[in-house]
């Protein structure tokens, strides 16, 4: 497997555990909720053809640190994006985010100035606005859910991420989308991501959205249960110098969902000269 963890970073937000491979041209992968850079590991191999391919756990996420006061919103993460990009010391690399990964590297390009030379948004939280109303109430009771039995947290986790599918995933793909969030950490770490999300983070970067500094794709799983069509074609209004395709029969999870149609799409995309800004 392409994918693998064998780096350690400390950030400002604490222990991240990274990777990364191939060669070429620089390339950044940025997971979202509830996920880690383990989603993207179906891809990984054959953008290793042709790009350095890096990727690394949000804070709070996968394999890198929970602490119980660790601070992981959508502005922290923004900061780490930063942070990793100095570590790698990439300067301009190509960027392909999915889910909160489009807030957290919106953030890191409009109000950290980091620059990218590619930059793709496939089914990510934007703009407001976000979170169902579980998450909603998920986020106002978090303690009566930290107080669940286990077998019945790894219910509620496994009936959430299948929540965001409406194609099969390999089974050994989906118990893998799930284990971070079943030790003792990764649960308390799992409702933590719930109480700390708050749009505010999304909503003061929405006016700067013309101002992206590079050619932009967004790709939008069609049937997307979480973050609907609309919600694309809203951020592709608000964003008029971007290209905007969509994925027919594909849910919230493209990259696991149907991997392949996502290489050929992002192929597409990267292949191309000289055009946008």
């Given at each position: 497997m392409s994918w693998k963890l064998d780096e350690t970073v400390q950030t400002s937000a604490g222990r991240v555990a990274a990777g990364r491979t191939g060669s070429g041209p620089a390339l950044v992968l940025a997971h979202g909720w509830p996920w880690s850079s383990f989603s993207w590991h179906r891809i990984i191999p054959a953008l290793a053809g042709q790009y350095r391919v890096h990727w690394y756990d949000m804070p709070g996420y996968g394999r890198s640190a929970k602490g119980v006061e660790q601070r992981t919103s959508l502005d922290v993460q923004g900061e780490v994006f930063a942070?990793?990009?100095?570590?790698?010391?990439?300067?301009?690399?190509?960027?392909?985010?999915?889910?909160?990964?489009?807030?957290?590297?919106?953030?890191?390009?409009?109000?950290?100035?980091?620059?990218?030379?590619r930059y793709v948004l496939m089914n990510v939280v934007a703009m407001r606005p976000w979170g169902s109303e579980f998450f909603d109430h998920v986020g106002r009771h978090v303690e009566a859910f930290l107080g669940l039995p286990p077998h019945i947290h790894k219910a509620v986790v496994s009936a959430y991420i299948s929540g965001a599918l409406v194609n099969d995933i390999d089974s050994a793909d989906f118990d893998k989308l799930i284990e971070p969030w079943l030790s003792e950490e990764g649960r308390a770490s799992f409702y933590r991501q719930f109480a700390q999300a708050d749009e505010r983070y999304t909503a003061e970067i929405e006016p700067a959205f013309a101002e992206i500094r590079c050619p932009v794709k967004i790709i939008w799983g069609e049937e997307d249960p979480w973050i609907p069509l609309e919600r694309g074609k809203a951020l592709h209004a608000l964003i008029p110098q971007a290209s905007f395709e969509t994925l027919p029969a594909v849910g919230h999870l493209p990259h696991l969902e149907a991997p392949q149609l996502v290489l050929r799409r992002l192929n597409a995309f990267l292949s191309r000269e000289g055009d946008g800004l």
């Open positions: 942070e990793m990009l100095a570590h790698w010391a990439l300067e301009q690399p190509i960027v392909v985010a999915h889910d909160m990964g489009g807030a957290t590297t919106l953030r890191a390009h409009l109000l950290h100035g980091c620059d990218f030379e």
